[in-house]
T-cell receptor, first 112, second 114 residues
Framework: GNSVTQMEGPVTLSEEAFLTINCTYTATGYPSLFWYVQYPGEGLQLLLKATKADDKGSNKGFEATYRKETTSFHLEKGSVQVSDSAVYFC???????????FGTGTRLQVTL | EPEVTQTPSHQVTQMGQEVILRCVPISNHLYFYWYRQILGQKVEFLVS????????KSEIFDDQFSVERPDGSNFTLKIRSTKLEDSAMYFC????????????FGPGTRLTVT
């Protein structure tokens, strides 16, 4: 079956630090890969996605590259801000199925 | 911007009681979903719903669970006889279409079973 493994949090960084949140997956077929973000008190929001190998998803300074050879989709940002503090979820979807398979989420705390 | 809303934000219930979690999806969306996250664990898919019927469900979604779209705006998840292990955050989501349409999530309802 499908599964997603994320690095455990919380991750605490100072503002302007470099961020990496690791995500690896196991899937049948060729999945689409997603990063969702959940800010306090809000729902999960799609941050970025990639639908095929070597695609790079990007949004709001965040990037992730679909690496089929390492089955990974690590989230990166060059310079985090306090407003990036949230929980980040890696997820995948395969074929025409609509259900998403998520990781456990990684809490990011950015301090001044 | 349209958003998915969920009520209540927190529900406390006693074991064996029935609970109904409510969601108002985005108005022009046709596909609806429930997910849950037990504390410290992964977000898990429960069920998807389209055209007034379940289109897909997980093994978690047993006979204790049911979903309904009682009117044109609400989408509900009912748990008939709650167990301690049903304590979790429940997320509702909706999308315009099936894959690859984006799913929009609500803020969640925290269910605590005592």
């Amino acid at each position: 079956g499908n599964s997603v493994t994320q690095m455990e949090g919380p991750v605490t960084l100072s503002e302007e630090a470099f961020l990496t949140i690791n995500c690896t997956y196991t899937a049948t077929g060729y999945p689409s890969l997603f990063w969702y973000v959940q800010y306090p008190g809000e729902g999960l929001q799609l941050l970025l996605k990639a639908t095929k190998a070597d695609d790079k998803g990007s949004n709001k300074g965040f990037e992730a590259t679909y690496r089929k050879e390492t089955t990974s989709f690590h989230l990166e940002k060059g310079s985090v801000q306090v407003s990036d503090s949230a929980v980040y979820f890696c997820a995948l979807r395969t074929g025409t199925a609509s259900k998403l398979t998520f990781g456990t989420g990684t809490r990011l705390q950015v301090t001044l | 911007e349209p958003e998915v809303t969920q009520t209540p934000s927190h529900q406390v219930t006693q074991m064996g009681q029935e609970v109904i979690l409510r969601c108002v999806p985005i108005s022009n969306h046709l596909y609806f979903y429930w997910y849950r996250q037990i504390l410290g664990q992964k977000v898990e898919f429960l069920v998807s719903f389209y055209n007034n019927e379940i289109s897909e469900k997980s093994e978690i979604f047993d006979d204790q669970f049911s979903v309904e779209r009682p009117d044109g705006s609400n989408f509900t998840l009912k748990i008939r006889s709650t167990k301690l292990e049903d304590s979790a955050m429940y997320f509702c989501a909706s999308s315009e279409g099936s894959s690859p349409w984006e799913q929009y999530f609500g803020p969640g309802t925290r269910l605590t079973v005592t």
